[in-house]
């Protein structure tokens, strides 16, 4: 299984979900990260990542190759993340035939409404246990 894990900015999102990811994984999961920027980019791969790409064009070229996506729900919005979500970055998320699993952090002015706001950690931990769900099923085929 692949998983593309998608974050701009610091990167802090996507470095705790790389970790977590990894934690409850280790090396049965491909985890790629796609940064808006260098330093998201960098704060995934120093997590755990097995590859990496930062901008427009590595999402492009490449999330139509992996079978998850995961990211805030801010990666299908265009110009979220300040700025940093390209309307192409959020198409080639949209566009993907992958499984999208977004974090419902409401910042970047979209909010999900009917969704328990609870920190950060919880909803990776909910993320996980889906991914590992997702994961169990695939491997009992």
């Not at 979900?17 to 985890?31: G, N, P, T």
């Not at 901008?55 to 990211?71: F, H, K, R, T």
């Not at 265009?78 to 499984?99: C, D, I, L, Q, Y």
């Amino acid at each position: 299984m692949r998983i593309a894990v998608i974050d701009g900015q610091g990167g802090g999102i996507g470095k705790h979900i790389v970790e977590k990811l990894r934690q409850e994984f280790a090396d049965k999961v491909e985890l790629w990260a796609f940064g808006t920027n260098a330093l998201a980019t960098a704060a995934m791969m120093k997590a755990g990542a097995n590859d990496g790409a930062t901008g427009e064009n590595a999402m492009v070229q490449n999330l139509s190759d992996v079978d998850i996506i995961v990211g805030s729900v801010a990666i299908v919005a265009a110009h979220s993340m300040m700025g940093e979500m390209t309307p192409v970055m959020a198409e080639a998320v949209s566009k993907s035939k992958a499984k999208k699993m977004l974090i419902p952090i409401n910042r970047c002015r979209i909010e999900v409404v009917g969704i328990k706001s609870e920190p950060l950690p919880h909803q990776v931990h909910h993320l996980v246990k889906r991914i590992r769900d997702l994961w169990e099923v695939e491997q009992s085929v």
